[in-house]
């Protein structure tokens, strides 16, 4: 029983790739993977919210009405819109740099002369 458990806790760390299922690579080079993979295999359309995830064209968008990185990114959108200091956030002013040269600042001081 030990044994399964530690190949369950191992197979949580991999995953197939969209390409070729047969490819059982570790999720933290999943990435870099595809980008080896996709280099030989038929174009996949790939998932706005994860990019590992990826499927042909008739299937994309079954799988983005159900996507779970779509469904965690709808859940903390809700949980920010219920933070009324969300709307009260302002861009920052945009400064420039001549807003910074000394002949433009009354307390410049010149320790030069």
Not at 36 to 47: A, D, S, V
Not at 82 to 105: E, R
Request: glycine residues 0%; proline residues 9%.
């Amino acid at each position: 029983m030990y044994q399964n458990s530690a190949n369950m806790i191992n197979n949580e760390n991999y995953a197939s790739c969209p390409y070729n299922p047969a490819h059982r690579v570790a999720r933290s080079r999943l990435q870099h993977h595809i980008i080896k993979c996709e280099k030989t295999h038929p174009p996949l359309e790939i998932c706005p919210f994860n990019a590992t995830h990826r499927y042909p064209a008739h299937l994309m968008k079954a799988h983005y009405e159900v996507c779970p990185n779509k469904i965690e990114k709808e859940q903390n959108l809700s949980l920010r819109s219920n933070n009324s200091t969300v709307g009260a956030k302002q861009c920052p002013i945009q400064l420039m740099q001549k807003d910074y040269l000394p002949q433009h600042d009354p307390d410049n001081e010149c320790w030069d002369d």
